[in-house]
């Protein structure tokens, strides 16, 4: 079973930082991409951040520029820098892991809070 587990989630006023990890483990082939993901309340998941094999990383609009997405392949790890957040940046954030196989696997997500 594979499985994502994300950590580093928490409460934090506007402008300050947290930093998102998630680690994969199981029966797992090679990882062709890890990403992030959030979904506001009311609102519909969408893409923050995408890291694939060939080192290539994109960026949602909204995030660009404070939010870096790394990874640490050896460790089936990926993390999320996330700098000057905002209030707008609350949501449960949420790890995507796709394999060769372009087998896609979630995490359970992680909260994030950014409020005075």
């Known amino acids: 079973q594979v499985q994502l587990v994300e950590s580093g989630g928490g409460s934090v006023q506007p402008g300050g930082s947290l930093r998102l990890s998630c680690v994969a483990s199981?029966?797992?082939?090679?990882?062709?991409?890890m990403g992030w993901y959030r979904q506001a309340p009311g609102k519909q998941r969408e893409s923050v951040a995408m890291?694939?094999?060939?080192?290539?990383?994109n960026y949602a609009d909204s995030v660009k520029g404070r939010f870096t997405i790394s990874r640490d392949n050896a460790k089936n790890t990926v993390y999320l820098q996330m700098n000057s957040l905002k209030p707008e940046d609350t949501a449960v954030y949420y790890c995507?892991?796709?394999?060769?196989?372009?087998?896609?696997?979630w995490g359970q997500g992680t909260q994030v809070t950014v409020s005075s």
């Open positions: 890291s694939i094999s060939s080192g290539s990383t």
């Open positions: 995507r892991m796709t394999d060769s196989r372009m087998d896609t696997y």
């Open positions: 199981g029966s797992i082939s090679r990882i062709y991409a």
